[in-house]
T-cell receptor
Framework: DADVTQTPRNRITKTGKRIMLECSQT?????MYWYRQDPGLGLRLIYY???????NKGEISDGYSVSRQAQAKFSLSLESAIPNQTALYFC????????????FGPGTRLTVL | GQNIDQPTEMTATEGAIVQINCTYQ??????LFWYQQHAGEAPTFLSY??LDGLEEKGRFSSFLSRSKGYSYLLLKELQMKDSASYLC??????????WGAGTKLIIKP
């Protein structure tokens, strides 16, 4: 079984809809991240969490919110989706410090029409 | 601003050697990562350099020159499965990861 899972894997939605992307991990890592990836651009950090009570904004948090329900679960919400939020979204975990490698989930391909 | 530059695309031949360069201008430096990402898949960790020099790991090696703001990933004995994008990422002074756009490597038989 995969250590970091994301649901759904693909989603098509309409402008204005609320949508939630979920991430679960069995690695026991405290740190979790949400990124988006667009063609021709590097990964961009949306939100990150260092433990259950810790939530931090990343580079591009506007239009997004997150919830860290447990150590193993970190959800990303788009309150009112817009077309320029069409992207590939990745969740990642990290065992401890910033110099440790990050482990990525398989990604969610989101299309907003 | 912070900037990481990598070539957009490179082509190499199976069995050959290829060097993928990464130059960076960031506010501070706490290390540089290389990740591999096959099309439609998740990035996976390849290497981390924080000191100058070359680190070898099997067919892959990573080099860092902090004074020049430069790194490269060297892939030897190329195999078709090495066709992927290679992402360079720098940990800045605030321990934030700044990602390059990636280099798409195409391997031809």
């Amino acid at each position: 079984d995969a250590d970091v899972t994301q649901t759904p894997r693909n989603r098509i939605t309409k402008t204005g809809k609320r949508i939630m992307l979920e991430c679960s991990q069995t690695k026991g890592h405290d740190r979790m991240y949400w990124y988006r990836q667009d063609p021709g651009l590097g990964l961009r950090l949306i939100y990150y969490s260092f433990d259950v009570k810790d939530i931090n904004k990343g580079e591009i948090s506007d239009g997004y919110s997150v919830s860290r329900q447990a150590q193993a679960k970190f959800s990303l919400s788009l309150e009112s989706a817009i077309p320029n939020q069409t992207a590939l979204y990745f969740c990642a975990t990290q065992i401890g410090g910033e110099v440790d490698e990050q482990f990525f989930g398989p990604g969610t391909r989101l299309t907003v029409l | 601003g912070q900037n990481i530059d990598q070539p957009t695309e490179m082509t190499a031949t199976e069995g050959a050697i290829v060097q993928i360069n990464c130059t960076y201008q960031t506010s501070g430096f706490n290390g540089l990562f290389w990740y591999q990402q096959h099309a439609g898949e998740a990035p996976t960790f390849l290497s981390y350099n924080v000191l100058d020099g070359l680190e070898e790991k099997g067919r892959f090696s990573s080099f860092l020159s902090r004074s020049k703001g430069y790194s490269y990933l060297l892939l030897k004995e190329l195999q078709m499965k090495d066709s992927a994008s290679y992402l360079c990422a720098v940990l800045d002074s605030n321990y934030q990861l700044i990602w390059g756009a990636g280099t798409k490597l195409i391997i031809k038989p």
